[in-house]
Structures are given as structure tokens and as C-alpha cells.
């Protein structure tokens, strides 16, 4: 970005902080009640490997649980046993790998409490945010438990000469899927991704982060108890770095979901192969409040933008662009309703926020604030560490005055922290929220649904929610989601969320006549007479 696309005007009034986010109740109930010694033993049977490596919960900092680590031996294994199991799973019919989506999806909802308990031990974030991941799950399992045959149908094309040529295009499985998933959505991200590889017909050799495999290993319980063959889904454990290029060296296809550093890597190892590959990549969204926006309604929902899983989103916004006219009763608002959030780490519902998950991201968050704020800008709300709830706790925090040089104008912060920047032209706002090499996701606000639409249509991201931060985008399954730019390759989601995973191919069969001269004719009268049918065949208006 310009400097002359980021800086912005102070506003001449802010609204003053307070004494900092209040905390919501513990409850009774810790990690240890959660994760036991039985459980893990439960999850981690059949996951190969012959070292050992742990995890911890970002509440307290504690060690969670001893798992298996996978080694190079491990990990060919696993693809071994997968390539074998795909074969069979791919003759089972396609309406049969589809209700094994659907009885999957009768029980994440009805063993929620199991599984929201393990994403909040393993991200730290609040029971309800643990619970849009479970939306996510299950909104995926009915969604291709249900059109997953229709998808996947054979399709039937006019041939070359029509009559005579019969085409279909079939769907074949691309074989064993290597998925790489993500620390912030565990559940989501992991079963989520492949549940449409899985009724595709493909096996899958998933590599979760090892700080929240018991997650995942939850999530491929469930799978096999609603029938899936447990070779299918092979989970390898261990560092990404070691673990993650191993994955991508055996699979037919990669599905990667993380920053986009990384996932140029993937991209590149993927390429040298020549195998595809979909990666869901970085962002640094922006929301816009147009000058007739609903102020209460804006704040509310940026609030649930920004600070959702405590910003650890890819599509959460760290950009807010605010018309200068309702700039300040919308900062009050916005700054009032994220004063008030509840910080928690209690396993039940009542926190607003949670933690963030690791070391690495608490110093990224503290660095961009306080650089930030050293250079000139202004703390709105939050803007401070909380170490009295847990190591990993950090406020909710709006800045404004922020310009370049600063790091959160352009870097993804990934955590609890939003710029807002004023505009008056909304050509201009529009600019200044493309100018960046993400184009993940954005949200629009306006009370003229059209105009919002309209604004939506020109910027450049994969999906644009008007009057909402990216839950309406994210949720509509029947529609791609995905990233523009560095924000990654591919989509998930709808047709092409299921695709992906399968390879097109063409079977072309011919009657009657060759497609080469025949009764007599040389190749002049062969070439003519090709030459007037199609003439004749644009006339018809065959396509």
C-alpha cells in the first residue's frame, strides 16, 4: 500500500477506555476433567508412529496429552495403507459414501458437548465460538450427504457429430488426498475439508497441527462409526516442517489450509510433482460502513468480525473503513460493545472471548499494538496483555490513527486487533481496501441491500458479506469459498469444493460412421464435406 491509502485523519473525539474487559466465570470443570489418560488412548489407536511428541492448552499453559509422533516410515505407511483402502472405498456406491456423511452429521450434534470441550482445551477460544465450528461441520456433512450425487453424476455432452458421437463426462477419484490443517478451526478445517474428498471416493492422510490432533481424532472417530473403513483416513502427527513436505511428497492431490508462506511451499512441491493442489491461505480483510449504514447494527457486527476465535480467522477483519460522517457515533458503538466483551476460559458458554493459542501469536498481536501505538496511534479499547485470566489472554483492541510505516497496516496480525481508517469517497474506500496482495474475504454495510451488492461486486475477494462480517458468506455451502491473490488457490465449498478432488474424464463413443473419410470419399471430398456440416452446425445453433 501508498502512504496515501492508509493514512487517515485522528478523529477530534475518541471514545475514553475503561479499566479493561471484564471476566466471566471459570466454572468446575478444567483440561484434566476433559482430556484423560482413556481418551487419548481411545483417539490415538491406529495413528502410527514411533516417537512421541505432546500438546498443551493454551488456558494455562499445561501439557494436554502424550501422542504419537510420525517418522518418515510412518508416514509411507500410512499412505501404503490408505492407497490399498481407496481402492475398495472407491467401488462402494456413491449414495452409500453419502450416508456415511449423513449419519456422521446425526452424531457430531448429538456428542457436540464432547467435541466443543476438546476445541476449547486445544484453541482456548470461547464455547461459542467452538460451536461455529460445529455449524461448519455439520452444515458440510448435509450438505454433501445430500448433492454429493448429483455433483458426481456422469454428464452427458453433445458429441463432435451429433447422433454419432456419444460423450460422458465421468468423475474418478484423484486416490489418497494429503491434507495439511490448521491450528484455529481443528474441527472444521480437518473433517470439514475432507469430508467431500471422502465421498468422492478418496482416501485421506491428514496432518493436523499437533497442538489440536485430539480434535481431529475425535472428528475421524465419529466418521468411522458412521461407517467409514478406518484405513481411509490415516492421520500422521509431528512437526510441519518434517511432517508436512512428507505428506505432500506421497499424495495424488494436496489440500492446505495456513499462512501463505507456507503455502507457497506447498504450492511449489505440488507443481514439481505435477499433482493440484487448493490452498486457503492469509488474509487482511476489510469491512466497509457505508455513510447509511445501521450504526447499531454495524457494531454489533463488527464486534463478531473482528474478535471471533479472538481474530485467530482467516476471514475475520483487521481492516475497518468508517465514512467520516458516522465515524464517531459508530466508533462509540463499536469501541462500548468491545470494552464490554467477557473474557473467559471456562468450559461452558458465557465468555465472549477466549485465549489466543500459542506464544508466537500473543507476541505478534503485542508487537503490532505497541508499535503501532508508539508511532501515534490510539488505543480505542483493549491494547493490553491480561496474564490475570492465563499466559496466552490478550484484550479485544480497536487503533485508530494508524498509517505506514506501521505493521498492522499491512501485515496479518491474526489476532484481536482491527485498524480503522476514515474515508469520504467511496471510490476511494473501495481502492484502499483493494490495495493489498490478500483478497480473502470483506464485508460491506449499508441499509441499501443493492448498493451493497454493488460496492461487494468490485471488491476483489473471494467472498463478500453485505450486512454481515463472513458467517452468511462462509455458511452458504452451495457457494465457493476461497481466496483471491496471495490469499490462496482453489475453493471449498459447493460443486467446486467437491471437484477438486476428482479427476474429469471424457468418454467419447462413436456409431455408425468413423470420424475419417468413408464410402468412397478421398480426403478433398472428405474435407468438404466436414467443411459444410459445420456450416450447417452454426446455423442449427449447436453449441
Not at 463413443?509 to 468413408?518: C, D, G, K, N, V
Request: aromatic fraction near 6%; glycine fraction near 10%; charged fraction near 20%.
Amino acid at each position: 500500500m501508498t502512504d496515501a491509502q492508509e493514512i487517515s485523519a485522528k478523529p477530534q473525539q475518541t471514545p475514553q477506555q475503561t479499566s479493561g474487559n471484564p471476566v466471566a466465570p471459570e466454572g468446575t470443570r478444567g483440561p484434566g476433567d476433559v482430556v484423560t489418560a482413556e481418551l487419548v488412548t481411545r483417539l490415538t489407536r491406529g495413528v502410527a508412529g514411533s516417537g512421541r511428541t505432546a500438546n498443551h492448552t493454551p488456558f494455562t499453559g499445561e501439557r494436554l496429552a502424550e501422542l504419537p509422533e510420525s517418522g518418515p516410515e510412518d508416514i509411507t505407511g500410512a499412505f501404503e495403507a490408505a492407497r490399498e483402502a481407496q481402492r475398495a472405498w472407491a467401488a462402494v456406491p456413491v449414495r452409500q459414501r453419502a450416508a456415511v456423511l449423513l449419519r456422521f452429521h446425526d452424531l457430531v450434534l448429538r456428542r457436540q458437548s464432547e467435541v466443543l470441550d476438546l476445541i476449547q482445551v486445544e484453541t482456548g477460544k470461547s464455547r461459542l465460538h467452538a460451536h461455529e465450528e460445529v455449524q461448519a461441520v455439520a452444515v458440510a456433512a448435509r450438505h454433501y450427504g445430500r448433492k454429493a450425487p448429483a455433483y458426481l453424476r456422469p454428464k452427458r455432452h453433445t458429441g463432435v457429430v451429433p447422433a454419432l458421437t456419444k460423450v460422458s463426462e465421468l468423475r474418478q477419484p484423484r486416490g489418497v488426498v494429503g491434507q495439511i490443517a490448521p491450528w484455529n478451526y481443528p474441527f472444521e478445517l480437518s473433517v470439514g475439508d475432507a469430508l467431500p474428498a471422502f465421498v468422492a471416493g478418496n482416501a485421506v492422510v491428514m496432518k493436523p497441527d499437533t497442538e489440536t490432533a485430539l480434535t481431529a481424532l475425535w472428528a475421524r472417530e465419529q466418521l468411522i462409526e458412521a461407517g467409514l473403513p478406518p484405513a481411509v483416513w490415516q492421520v500422521v502427527i509431528g512437526e510441519g516442517p518434517v511432517v508436512g513436505p512428507a505428506v505432500v511428497e506421497h499424495a495424488d492431490y494436496v489440500s492446505f489450509t495456513g499462512s501463505t508462506r507456507t503455502g507457497r511451499d506447498v504450492a511449489q512441491r505440488a507443481a514439481a510433482r505435477l499433482i493440484g493442489c487448493s490452498l486457503e491461505l492469509g488474509g487482511k480483510n476489510a469491512m466497509l460502513v457505508l455513510r447509511d449504514a445501521d450504526l447499531d447494527k454495524a457494531a454489533e457486527g463488527a464486534v463478531r468480525a473482528c474478535f471471533a476465535s479472538a481474530g485467530q480467522l482467516c476471514i475475520s477483519i483487521e481492516r475497518l473503513y468508517v465514512h467520516s460522517s458516522v465515524a464517531e457515533p459508530f466508533l462509540e458503538r463499536f469501541a462500548a460493545r468491545t470494552r464490554a466483551l467477557r473474557l473467559g476460559k471456562g468450559l461452558a458458554y458465557g465468555a465472549d472471548m477466549g485465549s489466543l493459542v500459542g506464544q508466537r501469536q500473543l507476541e505478534t498481536v503485542t508487537r503490532h499494538v505497541e508499535e503501532a501505538v508508539s508511532k501515534g496511534a490510539t488505543v480505542l479499547a483493549g491494547g493490553r496483555a491480561r496474564p490475570d485470566i492465563g499466559p496466552l489472554f490478550y484484550e479485544p483492541t480497536i487503533l485508530d490513527g494508524v498509517q505506514p510505516p506501521m505493521a498492522v497496516c499491512t501485515e496479518e496480525t491474526f489476532g484481536p486487533v482491527v485498524s480503522v481508517y476514515r474515508f469520504d469517497d467511496e471510490d476511494d474506500a473501495i481502492a484502499r481496501a483493494n490495495a493489498t496482495p490478500y483478497g480473502l474475504n470483506a464485508s460491506v454495510w449499508t441499509r441499501d441491500a443493492r448498493r451493497g451488492r454493488a460496492v461487494a461486486a468490485r471488491l476483489r475477494a473471494g467472498t463478500v458479506n453485505v450486512n454481515e462480517g463472513y458467517a452468511a458468506a462462509y455458511g452458504s455451502v452451495q457457494s465457493p469459498m476461497g481466496g483471491m491473490k496471495d490469499s490462496g488457490l482453489g475453493r471449498r465449498h459447493g460443486s467446486e469444493g467437491i471437484l477438486k478432488y476428482t479427476e474429469p474424464q471424457t468418454v467419447a463413443t462413436q456409431r455408425i460412421l468413423p470420424m475419417a473419410p468413408s464410402f468412397g470419399m478421398n480426403d478433398e471430398a472428405y474435407a468438404a464435406f466436414m467443411t459444410r456440416s459445420l456450416k450447417a452446425l452454426k446455423r442449427l445453433h449447436f453449441r
